[in-house]
């Protein structure tokens, strides 16, 4: 395996980081029901040929991914280079669907085109813009979402990369004990896990891998290991909505939660003779 950066790549990742420039998450706060959907920063995604990062090869979707992820920036592009206009939705419920008339709805029976007449979005731990939706639908074939897997597997590795600094700026800033934080062996030794994880998600980001569904569910898992340690050192301060490090974990989360039940449903929809 071969986990060098190339210079195209990374100069696609430089143009990705530029159009990123000036992006911040929505405010959330709970109960709120809020799509972060950003039309504006999708079309200059688009106009970099992010559509066209998995036929130019995988490191440019890698590239690509953990940037967005760094950014915390919306998932619903990644949907979009997957289903087109509809919305994704499995489980019951559909993400980014505010202003779509309709959800493609994966079941373990396959994929169904389902209405979205009359849905509401629904407060949320993120801001995806989750709806209900019913069951029943036309059935259509069950897109390929190799794609849409690997850059939601850098994606997970980018919200790590992201939230691990917040963890050790605060931990060599807060004085406890008569010294920082970041002095104590208790959080030198979370901080350490931390690192060894996010190494090993940027890594995993960059490998092409056959099946990448246990990437993707392997990714999910660390990058809210990562989110939880940055909590735990921050300490009661990170679940105020004033620290950053919230917008990371309720990422991380709610997006694996959604990820999972994709990867599920699609290997039940590949077993089904």
């Known amino acids: 395996m071969n986990f060098a950066v190339g ?28 799509d972060d959907d950003d039309a504006s ?32 920036a919306p998932l619903a592009i990644f949907d ?5 206009e509809t919305a994704l939705a499995v489980g019951g419920l559909a993400r980014y669907a505010d202003r779509r008339s309709a959800a493609l709805h994966f079941r373990d029976d396959g994929a169904f085109l ?32 190799r794609t849409w897997s690997a ?37 030198q030794q979370l901080l350490a896990e931390a690192a060894t994880l996010t190494r090993g998600l940027e890594l995993l980001a960059w490998e092409e891998a056959n099946d990448p569904w246990p990437a993707l569910a392997h990714a999910g ?18 679940y105020a909505l004033e620290a950053p490090v919230h917008s990371f974990f309720r990422r991380a989360h709610a997006t694996r939660i959604f990820t999972r039940a994709v990867a599920r449903t699609a290997a039940a929809v590949a077993a089904a003779p």
């Open 7 to 34: 210079a195209d790549e990374a100069a696609f990742a430089e143009t990705v980081r530029a159009a990123l420039a000036g992006y911040r998450p929505v405010d959330w706060s709970p109960g709120a029901a809020l």
């Open 41 to 72: 920063l999708s079309a200059r995604l688009h106009e970099l040929g992010l559509a066209d990062a998995a036929e130019t090869g995988h490191g440019f979707v890698a590239a690509a991914g953990l940037e967005l992820g760094r950014a915390c």
């Open 80 to 84: 979009e280079l997957a289903v087109g």
């Open 114 to 145: 389902v209405p979205l007449e009359g849905a509401s979005i629904e407060a949320a731990l993120d801001s995806q813009g989750f709806v209900r939706v019913g069951e029943g639908g036309e059935p259509v074939p069950f897109p390929e979402l």
């Open 151 to 187: 850059f939601h597997t850098a994606y997970f590795g980018g919200l790590a990369e992201a939230t691990l600094p917040l963890a050790v700026e605060h931990a060599r800033a807060r004085i406890q004990f008569g010294k920082p934080l970041l002095a104590l062996a208790p959080v």
């Open 221 to 238: 898992e660390a990058a809210c290991q990562v989110c939880e340690i940055s909590h735990q050192v921050h300490g009661a301060i990170g």
